[in-house]
């Protein structure tokens, strides 16, 4: 199993804690929001458990689906995370659509760095993992 696909089956095991952390009390507010920033809703929890499921796959599959994961899984995450800072909304959950842009003064910037900053940071490292990282793990595998 390459690093890549280690990285693929790490990722789907964070998308199913994320799944599961939702559901302890504990880590919800009175509102029911995760870490009193994330207001998460029944599909919100199917996207998570289905980009766990998709990695997990492409894991066990080969090294190159689970690079083919990390390039299209990462563009579209942090797509979403970059389009919910600038806008306040994002377009995975629908929120771009529905919400459609938010001012400053609906989101404040600290909570939508906050609020989007997973969506940046696990897209932004899926894209560095398939675009850059890939490569330099398919040169080894050739030369080894």
Do not use: C
């Not at 199913?16 to 504990?26: K, N, R």
């Not at 600038?86 to 929120?95: P, R």
């Not at 600290?110 to 560095?128: E, K, M, Q, W």
């Amino acid at each position: 199993m390459s690093l890549i696909q280690k990285l693929a089956v790490a990722y789907a095991a964070l998308f199913f804690v994320v799944v599961a952390v939702g559901y302890v009390p504990a880590f919800n507010d009175a509102d029911g929001n995760l870490f009193s920033l994330f207001s998460l809703q029944w599909y919100d929890d199917l996207l998570h458990a289905f980009s766990g499921v998709w990695a997990l796959v492409a894991a066990f599959v080969s090294h190159r689906q689970s690079v083919l994961y990390f390039k299209l899984f990462g563009a579209v995450y942090l797509f979403d995370g970059v389009l919910g800072l600038v806008t306040g909304s994002g377009y995975l959950d629908g929120g771009i659509f529905i919400n459609g842009f938010r001012s400053f003064d609906d989101i404040e910037l600290p909570t939508r760095f906050f609020a989007n900053a997973p969506h940046l940071a696990i897209g932004g490292f899926a894209v560095f993992v398939g675009f850059w990282l890939s490569r330099r793990v398919r040169a080894s595998l050739a030369a080894g």
